[in-house]
Nanobody
Framework: QVQLVESGGGLVQPGGSLRLSCAAS????????IGWFRQAPGKEREGVSC????????SYTHSVKGRFTISRDNNKNTVYLQMNGLKPEDTAVYYC?????????????????WGQGTQVTVSS
């Protein structure tokens, strides 16, 4: 059974940092893409970043380039999202998800399995 568990969210001041973790189990970790998505109140869920666990390719949405870094540890079946320079508009519930086709798409319909999410709030 595929399971994804996010952690690391919290309340941080503007300009601060957080590192999110996505611990995966129930599938062979090193042949998929893992994506981070976020959903703010009243808005659509949007793709933030994704990484191929096969070869480490990464992709970012424009609004987080240069501030967020995605990485993976295949030995721990875990993907991380390091978020620096956080802004109030980054406030959202952050989800990780698995794309079993490893397409590196950031379209949410491409993803097969989802975690429960972790809240990130950026506020002074």
């Amino acid at each position: 059974q595929v399971q994804l568990v996010e952690s690391g969210g919290g309340l941080v001041q503007p300009g601060g940092s957080l590192r999110l973790s996505c611990a995966a189990s129930g599938f062979t970790f090193d042949h998929y893409a893992i994506g981070w998505f976020r959903q703010a109140p009243g808005k659509e869920r949007e793709g933030v970043s994704c990484i191929s666990t096969t070869d480490g390719r990464t992709s970012y949405t424009h609004s987080v380039k240069g501030r967020f870094t995605i990485s993976r540890d295949n030995n721990k079946n875990t993907v991380y999202l390091q978020m620096n320079g956080l802004k109030p508009e980054d406030t959202a519930v952050y989800y990780c998800a698995v794309d079993s086709a490893d397409t590196m798409s950031m379209y949410r319909g491409q993803y097969d399995y989802w975690g429960q999410g972790t809240q990130v709030t950026v506020s002074s």
